[in-house]
Each structure stands twice: as C-alpha cells, then as structure tokens.
C-alpha cells in the first residue's frame, strides 16, 4: 500500500515537473504568460498541481456547488 501512494505520488510530482519545464519553455521562448496562448499550459499546470496537492489532503480546485 506504501508502495503505491509513493508511486501515485512520484508520478504526479514528474508531471508537475514535467509541465513546469514546459511553461519555462514558453517564457525562454518568448511567450508571455498573460497572453491567451498561455491559458492551456496555466490550465494543466494548476491541474497538476491539484492532483499533488490532493495526495497531502489539499484540494486547490474546489467544486461549484449550485445553491
């Protein structure tokens, strides 16, 4: 059991990392982060980022609960 929450864990961190280096990619590149173009890479990271942060019991993107 350990062993798979290390694993889920190690493979979620990578794709963090993985698109963090893709968005510093976009900067060398030129891009700007404000710019539309930006939107998908800022969409997955924070998509990423939530699916770590739910490992430690966070979540980042809440639900829209309609009232």
Do not use: C, W
């Not at 961190?13 to 993985?18: N, Q, S």
């Not at 060398?28 to 173009?37: E, N, T």
């Amino acid at each position: 059991m350990a062993e798979d929450r290390k694993s889920i864990i190690r493979e979620k961190t990578i794709r963090l990392e993985v698109i963090r280096e893709r968005v510093q990619q976009f900067v060398d590149g030129g891009g700007d982060l404000k710019s539309p173009d930006a939107v998908p890479l800022g969409l997955e990271f924070v998509h990423a980022f939530n699916d770590l942060a739910k490992e430690f019991g966070y979540e980042i993107l809440k639900p829209i609960k309609k009232e």
